[in-house]
């Protein structure tokens, strides 16, 4: 009879891996990376490559086999360029315009939108289910060099160190003064990122964009994830256009006394603090004090997630059902946001 060390033994042989040979591995990431660089552009003004930009979404293409396509890319790349539109030089050396139609800067991301024959999307991973240790792959345009290929490992993925100064993968002269980056979820590397991966894609091992290449700093390279890209668009519109209520809101914590008065179980909603005159919200009735509890019978919890459910897909610009508390009393609204250009 085997001892208990020859039954370990065989349980490890049975779940082992073989491991790939360097020559395998060369290969894979060598195919990979001639794969992953067809949605990769670099942005420019003038002649000038001042970062790099993702090919997120195309749509259905017309009689010419012309579409419509949402490029992503870094708010301090749009910033650095100081335009609203950006010229976008594709892997195939064609060169087209892209226009801003939205932006957020505490996340560092921007949206564009172009136009062309043959844009291929990139395919798109979740971040949320990456782990540390990962094998990932960046691409972008250091120093000018196009399509440029530099591989690494996830070290982490949470807010940077309050202490780290981190600075923007941009070029010199870029005109961009560099800052503190927001503290916000990032994807952190252990990869090489150079000036010119800004707004560039990092991938995982099966080629999926899972975030978008940033900032620098403590030997790491800082990408903001793809689910976090996935949100700016939920809540931006692929068009440029938002939800507009002519409020403002903050998050604040309801008492067990509220809750059980209300009939809701989450702790926090958004609480009217202002409603500029004429706009939507003021139309509906809306007041100030207002603590907005559901948007068509879905619980709102934050003011951040008003914002996505006022902007779903489909919905914006819809006449909306808002339940709210007023006064301790529960209350029924009906209004309809006005679809105004992203900011």
């Keep these: ?54 090919i997120w979404e195309v749509g259905q293409p017309d009689a010419t086999g012309e579409a419509e396509a949402t490029v992503i890319t870094n708010a301090h790349v749009v910033a650095a360029g100081r335009s609203e539109r950006l010229t976008l030089r594709l892997h195939d050396g064609r060169e087209i315009e892209a226009r801003l139609v939205a932006i957020d800067p505490e996340h560092d991301l921007a949206a564009l939108r172009t ?21 990932v792959m960046a691409i972008g345009n250091p120093f000018g060099i196009e399509d440029a290929v530099t591989t690494g490992v996830v070290a982490a993925q949470s807010p940077a160190d309050p202490d780290l100064d981190l600075e923007p993968a941009l070029p010199p002269g870029s005109g961009w003064p560099g800052r503190r980056f927001a503290r916000v979820e990032l994807v952190q590397a252990d990869i090489r990122l150079y000036p010119g991966n800004s707004g560039g894609p990092l991938f995982d091992a099966r080629g999926r964009v899972i975030g978008v290449n940033a900032m620098v700093g403590g030997g790491l390279g800082f990408a903001i994830p793809s689910n976090t890209v ?63 509890l559901a948007v068509d019978g879905r619980p709102v919890r934050s003011a951040e997630q008003l914002v996505r459910l006022l902007n779903r897909a489909g919905t914006a610009g819809q006449q909306r059902s808002v339940e709210a508390l007023r006064g301790g009393q529960r209350i ?3 209004l309809t946001p006005v679809l105004r250009a992203a900011a």
């Design 332 to 334: 029924t609204i009906l």
């Design 115 to 135: 136009r062309a024959q043959g844009l291929r999307a990139a395919p798109i991973g979740d971040s949320g289910a990456l782990r540390v240790g990962e094998y």
């Design 1 to 54: 009879m085997a001892d208990g060390r020859d039954t370990m033994s065989a349980q490890v042989a049975t779940v082992a891996e073989p491991a790939l040979s360097p020559s395998a591995l060369a290969e894979a990431t060598a195919r990979l990376a001639e794969q992953a660089r067809v949605s990769v552009a670099q942005a420019q003004v003038g002649n000038r490559g001042i970062g790099s930009a993702i």
């Design 230 to 292: 996935s949100r700016f668009l939920d809540e931006t519109g692929r068009t440029g256009q938002r939800a507009y209520l002519g409020v403002q809101a903050q998050t604040v914590p309801l008492s067990p006394v509220q809750r059980e008065r209300a009939g809701v179980s989450h702790e926090t909603v958004p609480l009217i603090i202002a409603v500029e005159a004429d706009g939507p919200a003021e139309a509906a009735g809306i007041l100030v004090g207002d603590a907005l």
